[in-house]
């Protein structure tokens, strides 16, 4: 199964270098280069893309630029020739970030991180089994969570809501609290969704921690969380679902 990538930078030298590292991998398909971000957009519309390697610093709108405009961007590996933006591409779930002059070893590294992800995710969006190989609806007890020099283990079960503060989010548990750079998106991927569920721009809570819910606010242990008009249908209809209501 191959991926279909496209390279944007506005150095000639630097596709060219991509081009032929890509022509030398077999799961590659590169379908076009690009020599600035404004010119992607079509094709990304029109256009079944896989990954981007993408440059940071380009005339115009840079790479950073296009990833915050794009509302489901492929899988991304940046490449600049600058290391000052490690931080921001963390937070953009930038799969890799490569430092110009690129040798081939590390964009092959680099590659083959994103098509064990890219094989992945293929598999689970797979068919939904027959009614004679039942589902399996279990969900993890724990995820591991990068916070600062630590990876924590974070158990489902303990946490009791998760708020946003600035470039960083605070997972709030039972024993603990926990900033980890993941942003909403990519933390509502690991959580179950009949059990966790956003309320508001800064907070996802737990359904079985809540203690009550007055008005448009929820109490859980000494917090007081707001629900956004954004979120409320949501809500109200998990709530429906769990016999809240």
Avoid: W
């Amino acid at each position: 199964m191959k991926m279909n990538c496209i390279a944007v930078d506005d150095e000639l030298l630097a596709l060219k270098k991509i081009e032929r590292f890509a022509e030398k991998i077999d799961y590659l398909n590169l379908l076009g280069t690009f020599d600035n971000a404004l010119s992607t957009f079509s094709f990304l519309r029109e256009n079944k893309v896989d990954l981007i390697f993408l440059d940071i610093q380009m005339d115009e709108f840079t790479g950073i630029q296009l990833l915050e405009t794009l509302k489901d961007p492929p899988y991304v590996i940046l490449t600049t020739a600058f290391d000052e933006y490690a931080l921001k591409a963390y937070e953009l779930d930038v799969i890799d970030y490569l430092l110009k002059p690129i040798p081939f070893e590390r964009f092959v590294k680099a590659t083959e991180k994103v098509y064990a992800r890219f094989l992945k995710d293929q598999n689970n969006l797979a068919p939904a089994p027959t009614q004679h190989q039942p589902e399996n609806n279990d969900h993890p007890e724990y995820t591991f969570i990068k916070s600062g020099n630590k990876t924590v283990k974070v158990y489902f079960d303990k946490i009791l809501y998760i708020e946003g503060q600035r470039d960083y989010l605070q997972i709030h548990t039972e024993d603990s609290r926990i900033m980890t750079l993941l942003n909403f998106k990519k933390m509502q991927e690991l959580l179950d969704d009949q059990k966790f569920i956003r309320v508001h721009k800064s907070y996802i809570i737990s359904i079985d921690k809540i203690d009550y819910i007055e008005n448009n606010t929820i109490k859980i242990k000494d917090k007081l969380i707001p629900v956004s008009s954004t979120y409320k249908i949501a809500f109200n209809n998990l709530l429906q679902r769990k016999n809240f209501l």
